[in-house]
């Protein structure tokens, strides 16, 4: 497990991804895409991928695709990805 990993050249921390998870849980208006495949489980709960990494990397979701890549990169990060 790695504390960070580079995603388009700006770091993804595990940390900021579970202060970022901490944060969308706060947003109660926030509702998964259909088109959502996959989620990042933190602290037991799932959450979109693309939207937790924009929130770290402060990239904008539609800067980056998600799948196999951005997978892998949490996974690095010592979080479970599975299909929604």
Known sequence: MRDAVKLRGKDLTRQGCIDAAREIALDKGWKAPRSQKFV?????KEYPPKKIASAVTGLPVSGFSGGAELNGKFVSLGFEVREK
């Open 40 to 44: 990042v489980v933190i602290d037991g």
